[in-house]
């Protein structure tokens, strides 16, 4: 099988259609058996429930080229399993969880010309995502649903790379409590888009959100969940119920306390503990690690030790190794990847 003729070490986190994309439909209470198109355009009806009531929900996974030329995805049955709730929350018919890692097989191994090759830095990303299909005006959940997943070469989530990235302390929230924020719907980042226009334009990489009820405990990003380090080289992470359960961060803190021997933490995290971290980074599926080297909270900087030039050294320690067990260069825990090819 030859590779598509791509630059790949200088791809951007952007979307460029691939062949294929897997398509199945639920209708008259079940789910049919699903297939691939090579149509990457969708005909909805004008009401359909996705376009009046956002109700959507989606997912992020990545696969990869292993040194000696296998294909596997990481931790895609955790994947399963947040789609799954975030569809319940939703009052949508979840996608089966063994469907879906038969699904990803099939997009994987259909565009294996896509994937890209070891060393190349880049990956292929993965968008499964399901909505309401069928008509709706009153506020219902719809009858009918679509589940799908599309395929898309991607590099670095951040411009900068891996380099360290400022961000600021957001006035907007992106989720309220006991709201949607732990699940991975559509309309969380819909919430988001002036928000992070907001911080673009003020020349900011990426939001810092607070808790929603009372602005005081750290929340997360946009699109990834923080980890801090201490002065003493504990990693910690914020704990709340309305922050997305990253697949990544939950890796992370395995990996640093079961591999690595490291001492973790999960608990709620004052912003006004921050200032005392030595190292801060944002973790999830697109961003892997980004480090941040510097916080902007109303003009007041909050600088980490660790600087703008590079990852901090607990941070580096940590992404080495993840990126090690995607690529099957380094032996992580039982399946944690899942080999396609
Ligand atoms: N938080 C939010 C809001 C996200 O959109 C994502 C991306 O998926 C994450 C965290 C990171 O989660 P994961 O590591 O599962 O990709
Ligand atoms: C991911 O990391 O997979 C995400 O979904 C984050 C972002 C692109 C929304």
Not at 9 to 34: C, H, I, M
Not at 102 to 119: L, Q, R, T
Not at 134 to 151: M, W
Not at 197 to 214: C, Q, R, V, W
Request: aromatic content about 10%; proline content about 6%.
């Amino acid at each position: 099988m030859e590779k598509k003729n791509i630059d790949w070490g200088n791809l951007t986190f952007s979307y460029q259609p691939t062949d294929y994309r897997f398509v199945a439909n639920y209708k008259d209470g079940k789910w049919d058996e699903g297939e691939l198109t090579t149509d990457s355009n969708i005909v909805l009806n004008e009401c359909a429930c996705v376009f009046q009531y956002a109700q959507e929900c989606f997912e992020g996974l990545k696969a990869y080229t292993t040194e000696d030329g296998h294909i596997v995805a990481f931790r895609p049955d955790l994947n399963a399993d947040r789609m799954y709730n975030s569809a319940e929350r939703l009052e949508m018919p979840p996608y089966p969880k063994d469907k879906f890692l038969e699904a990803v097989d099939k997009v994987i191994m259909a565009n294996e010309a896509w994937v890209p090759p070891f060393g190349s830095g880049a990956s292929l990303y993965l968008r499964p995502y399901m909505f309401g299909s069928s008509p709706v005006i009153g506020v219902a959940p719809a009858e009918e649903y679509q589940f799908r997943i599309l395929t898309t070469p991607v590099g670095p989530y951040f411009k900068s790379g891996i380099k360290p990235i400022t961000i600021k302390v957001s006035d907007f929230d992106r989720a309220a409590p006991h709201g949607t924020g732990h699940i991975k719907a559509g309309l969380n980042y819909a919430m988001s888009l002036h928000a992070i226009i907001t911080a673009h334009k003020e020349g900011f990489s990426e939001n810092m959100y607070l808790d929603p009820a009372t602005r005081t405990y750290v929340e997360e990003t946009g699109g990834a969940n923080f980890l801090f380090v201490t002065k003493d080289g504990t990693v910690v992470t914020p704990k709340s119920d309305s922050i997305l359960p990253s697949v990544t961060r939950r890796s992370l803190m395995y990996i640093a306390s079961e591999m690595l021997g490291m001492k973790t933490e999960e608990r709620p995290v004052r912003f006004d503990e921050v200032k005392d971290f030595a190292e801060c980074g944002l973790c999830g599926t697109a961003a892997v690690i980004s480090p941040v080297g510097a916080i902007n909270d109303h003009g007041n900087l909050i600088q980490f030790p660790s600087g703008m030039d590079e990852m901090g050294p607990v941070l580096k320690k940590l992404y080495d190794t993840i990126t090690g067990i995607q690529q099957c260069k380094i032996e992580g825990p039982e399946g944690w990847v899942r080999v396609i090819k």
